[in-house]
């Protein structure tokens, strides 16, 4: 049995190096705040500073242009939740219904997903700014919510998703029992789909809270920007970037890597949470053989 | 019921077996049609409309591509697109995979539930966030991992940030910021293979090995079909990455490194959309003949009808 | 297995471009205009209450905040943005989706000059140049004489200007006094001293500095200071780049002389680790005058009393002293807004009142807010001995060959011949490529590439 020690050796070593090769510069990325600007060129990468630079740079973050970085989050959580919603109630029984119903155009509709998906965006931001601006959209939440709530990659997993664990014979049977398209969907359909709900609720989440083209695009004023295109504000205000930025600023590297830790949290405690649901979750859809 | 519906297709009454939904379908991907049709079919045909005219509206047929073909930056930025796509989908087909088979075999679950945790850490770090990691983590005098920088002959930033470097980093940063939510989905779809059938295959004799290559990979190939469809097409349409680290690394990467950026300047710099449209069509075509040789290799449409 | 739909549509796009080959095709030339811009603007119907927006950067945020108290009844929208930093093109990208909506536009921006190069044409055949000609009415021409001599040509096209410079950063010779009174060496006046006193630091004090020229802008340190005519506007759309010019090759000698012998390095300024390695090393610095607060005060925390500037060299034998200028901004008034009067009133204010200018946070354009700039002691504490004199004189040297062009002298610079510095190159080895892709953007935003 050496062989399967090597083995193990082997495998062990590559998730090891991978856990570094994931896990190290967001290490880097935590430790930050906790020392002033000078001290993370000077000192060890990786060495822990004091919490009373975390204070201080948490204090000039939010003297930011009045604490325009509460602003920036509450916006992103509008978007993304409010694309969320309208995004799992068009991309479930959609998917559900490529899979597993027949109708003319399906196989265009697939077609014309996959290929709009692979549009790229800079083609598309015009277009769709004439959109909003003639249905004079342009400055409210709904020209960022309604484009986000467009999610393709939604349909097609929640699409692959029954196509591959939902057994049509389970279908033949509910229609046999005389039970309309409607109630099957809700009754079979919907509390088997539970996983990959969660899956693309999950994905769509972090997909819009990282959002940076549109938004940045679109939108005419700072306070309505979302978190991400606010770092980008930020960035260009830090002098090490900016060198010409900065009179009276307090805004450097340590601070920028405090509002990178707060932009992410709400997507790292949403992913610590729903794991459970996005994996084990997806078991109970294999009735199938 | 829309121009779905209207679109000619072959007469398929034969085939519409009771018990096949109905007029549920159309129903049910109604809202979902009309998302597509607003956001997705309509600005992709104003962009190919604006491809093939000038900016007076006429048409001009293929000059539009013969101009951006021409202009200097094309080819190089094509020559990198290229570069950084090859790297990109290597990695992350091949270790996605085979990291999802390993935390599915015989792992204590919770070590695996951690591990899937923090390589997905990255994942939440997009955009302005993941080119702040990387700028000081690719520069020697800040590097946490200084010491290997050093042993590959890097001295200083710019060396680092050496043109012929940049397909590589870009598709280490994209990787890492990718990979982790690829593998929940690559395990989410192993799990989903009934245990019985690995539990055959074992009494058959079946190494870890061979299971996964004769059973567990065959049965999730959708996914990595679909999983590499859409990473070339994020792949083709990299952005956000060089646009900021040409900020954060004061103008040692080109603005006009990817075909996106370029067709972003083109757009928005030269007020040329038409020419910005065009290039983006040559990126969809790209990413078409690639998806379609995909899709049809695959069989991804089919529904299982056994 | 097979995707017919894949296979139609490809078909149907074939067919598309078949018909393309056989029909008739109109250019796709993208030029808009056709060579002069109108000289006059249409303005939209005006209301003196109507409330204005003004786009600033954060830096310039407290100025604009300040205007709104100091007026309380002018009804202000203030939205901040990255102000085109490092050449970023959030302004020119919104103005582009506004042209195409009809609305939005902001009355007052505050901008990089490169911005000016476009926004003083229309981005499209029907709509209008986004900036108001400001001498057009807006400001009097005595406002306008009052500005530091050669500070408003990044602002001028066909004879209009189209915008007020908020501050000039005109290129002076930086040096620590403290490190140069230790050593014995006089302050040199002539590129051949600096030369030959670079030289000698490297050998007798190695590890001193005399420049880095591995930052974005440095070519404008040294370049645009020695005359090269890397981008010489000849005529509106006439660029002349000639790098075989004896003042490039002079100074790419001279800078290769340098870094050779070690007192000038290829890393940049602004590097993020230069203040780490280097900070405490540099000896002399050919930079604008911005450098004396945000780079030794800020990025390095030189103590006071040690850094200070002298003024702009020149070529030995050159009778007039001429000097390169880094960066510097300005205000746009939009030709779209409802409310002129309130916005040229807040652009005149910002850049012209003693008001704002006496604290701003960079030198003023504008010659008497600069006077009451250098008489605040707070813009000169921090420095050895005076500078008003050579900030002053500097700021009316600036050579005017080194065009506002519609490109970003950056990019060549830094995604080229920077590079190539890095792979062990010389300066002199480079100029050749150097030239070549400034000439290839040039063509590319439509000018005319000579080479006299």
């Not at chain 2, 590589?168 to 929940?184: R, Y």
């Not at chain 2, 080109?254 to 300047?265: D, E, G, I, K, M």
């Amino acid at each position: 049995m050496t062989r399967r020690a090597v083995t193990f050796l082997v495998v062990g070593l590559v998730l090891a190096l991978l856990l570094v090769f994931f896990v190290l510069p967001a290490l880097w990325l935590l430790l930050a705040p906790t020392k002033t600007a000078s001290e993370l060129v000077s000192d060890s990468p990786l060495a822990f500073g004091s919490f009373g630079n975390v204070v201080r740079a948490w204090q000039h973050l939010t003297g930011f242009e009045n604490g325009v970085l509460f602003t920036w989050l509450r916006n992103s959580a509008v978007y993304s939740i409010g694309a969320l919603i309208l995004t799992l109630v068009t991309s479930i029984p959609a998917g559900y219904a490529l899979a597993l119903t027949k109708f003319r155009g399906r196989k265009l509709l697939l077609t014309v997903t996959l290929i709009v998906m692979i549009m790229p965006s800079a083609a598309l931001v015009l277009p769709i700014f004439l959109e909003l601006n003639l249905a004079g959209l342009v400055g409210t939440v709904w020209s960022i919510i309604l484009p986000f709530s467009f999610y393709p990659f939604g349909v097609y997993l929640v699409y692959i998703y029954f196509a591959t664990s939902l057994p049509r014979d389970l279908l033949s049977a509910a229609r046999l029992d005389g039970a309309t398209e409607w109630q099957i969907f809700a009754r079979v359909g919907l509390p088997l789909a539970k996983p990959v709900v969660g899956l693309v609720a999950f994905f769509s989440f972090v997909g819009n809270w990282n959002n940076f083209f549109l938004p940045y695009l679109v939108l005419p004023g700072s306070d309505q920007f979302p978190i991400q295109v606010g770092l980008n504000q930020l960035l260009s205000s830090t002098p090490s970037f900016n060198p010409v930025a900065g009179a009276g600023l307090d805004i450097t590297s340590p601070e920028l890597a405090l509002a990178v830790i707060i932009a992410i949290l709400p997507v790292l405690v949403l992913f610590l949470f729903s794991q459970r649901t996005l994996v084990s979750g997806m078991l109970a859809g294999s009735t199938k053989e | 019921m829309t121009t779905l519906v209207a679109a000619p297709d072959r007469p398929r009454g034969r085939r519409r077996r009771s018990g096949e939904g109905g007029f549920s379908g159309p129903l049910f991907v109604s809202g979902y049609v009309i998302l597509l049709l607003a956001f997705g079919v309509l600005p992709t045909l104003y962009a190919v409309y604006l491809a093939f005219t000038n900016v007076r509206g006429q048409f001009t047929g293929i000059n539009q591509f013969t101009r951006v073909f021409q202009d200097f930056r094309f080819g190089p930025a094509f020559v990198n697109i290229v570069a950084y796509l090859v790297i990109w989908l290597v990695l992350i087909v091949v270790l996605t995979v085979a990291v999802a088979v390993v935390l599915r075999g015989r792992m204590p679950a919770r070590l695996s539930t951690t591990l899937r945790f923090l390589y997905y850490i990255p994942g939440a770090l997009a955009g302005v966030a993941s080119i702040l990691v990387w700028l000081f983590m690719l520069d020697p005098s800040v590097s946490p991992v200084n010491w290997l920088l050093k042993a590959l002959g890097f001295g200083t930033f710019a060396q680092v940030l050496a043109p012929g470097h940049l397909s590589l980093i870009f598709a280490l940063i994209a990787f890492w910021t990718g990979a982790g939510g690829w593998i929940v989905v690559m395990y989410g779809a192993l799990d989903n293979i009934s245990t019985e059938v690995l539990e055959a295959a074992r009494i058959d004799g079946a190494g870890p090995w061979r299971t996964a290559i004769h059973i567990q990979i065959p049965m999730i190939r959708k996914w990595i079909v679909y999983m590499a469809i859409l990473a070339f097409a994020a792949g083709t349409q990299l952005f956000v990455e060089p646009q900021l680290l040409q900020t954060a690394s004061l103008g040692r990467v080109s603005p006009t490194w990817s075909p996106n950026q370029l067709a972003y300047v083109y757009a928005f710099q030269r007020g040329d959309f038409n020419g910005a449209a065009a290039i983006s069509l040559v990126l969809l075509v790209l990413g078409l003949i690639v998806a379609g040789l995909l899709v049809t290799r695959s069989g991804l449409f089919k529904v299982d009808e056994q | 297995m097979k995707s017919p739909r894949f296979f139609r549509t490809a078909a149907a796009l074939a067919t598309v471009g078949a018909l393309a080959v056989v029909g008739g095709c109109a250019s796709a030339d993208p030029t808009t205009t056709s060579g002069s811009a109108p000289s006059s603007f249409t303005a939209a119907p005006q209301d003196d209450s109507a409330p204005i927006t003004v786009w600033t950067d954060s830096t310039r945020l407290p100025s604009v905040q300040a205007y709104q108290h100091a007026h309380p009844n002018v009804k202000m929208n203030i939205v901040t943005f990255d102000g085109s930093a490092d050449g970023s093109t959030y302004l020119q990208t919104k103005v582009q989706l506004f042209d195409r909506t009809n609305s939005g536009w902001p009355d007052v921006v505050f901008a990089s000059p490169t911005d000016v190069t476009w926004a003083a044409e229309p981005t499209s055949p029907t709509a209008q140049a986004f900036a108001a000609p400001v001498d057009e009415g807006m400001v009097p021409k005595s406002t306008l004489d009052n500005f530091a001599q050669g500070s408003l040509t990044p602002c001028q096209f066909n004879g209009h200007t189209y915008c007020l410079r908020n501050d000039i950063a005109q290129v002076v010779l930086w040096y620590n006094k403290t490190l140069l009174d230790q050593w014995g060496y006089q302050v040199p006046t002539t590129w051949e001293q600096y030369q030959q006193l670079g030289e000698q630091i490297a050998r007798d004090h190695p590890g001193y500095l005399v420049g880095a020229i591995g930052d974005t802008n440095s070519q404008e340190s040294y370049f645009w200071s020695a005359q090269c005519p890397a981008q010489q506007l000849t005529g509106p759309n006439t660029l002349r780049v000639d790098m075989a010019d004896s003042h490039c090759t002079k100074m790419a000698g001279l800078l290769d002389t340098l870094v050779k012998a070690g007192s000038v390095t290829t890393q940049g300024f602004f590097g993020q680790s230069f203040a780490k390695t280097y900070g405490s090393k540099v000896a002399m610095a050919v930079g604008p005058s911005w450098y004396g607060q945000y780079l030794f005060n800020s990025a390095f925390k030189t103590p006071a009393g040690q850094i200070t500037a002298a003024a702009p060299l020149k070529w030995q034998g050159d009778t007039r002293t001429v000097t390169g200028n880094v960066g510097g901004g300005v205000w746009m008034i939009s030709s779209h807004s409802k409310n002129l009067k309130a916005s040229t009133a807040v652009a005149e204010w910002l850049t012209t009142s003693n008001d704002n200018l006496t604290n701003a946070p960079t030198y003023p354009a504008y010659s008497p807010g600069a006077a009451a700039w250098l008489a605040n002691p707070a813009n000169k504490d921090y420095f050895a001995t005076d500078v008003t004199s050579v900030f002053q004189q500097a700021a009316n040297e600036v050579w005017s060959g080194w065009g506002n062009t519609k490109f970003s002298d950056a990019t060549s610079w830094s995604s080229v011949v920077l590079p190539a510095l890095t792979s062990g190159k010389t300066l002199a080895q480079t100029l050749p490529a150097w030239g070549n892709e400034i000439a290839n953007e040039a063509k590319s935003v439509g000018y005319t590439v000579t080479t006299k």
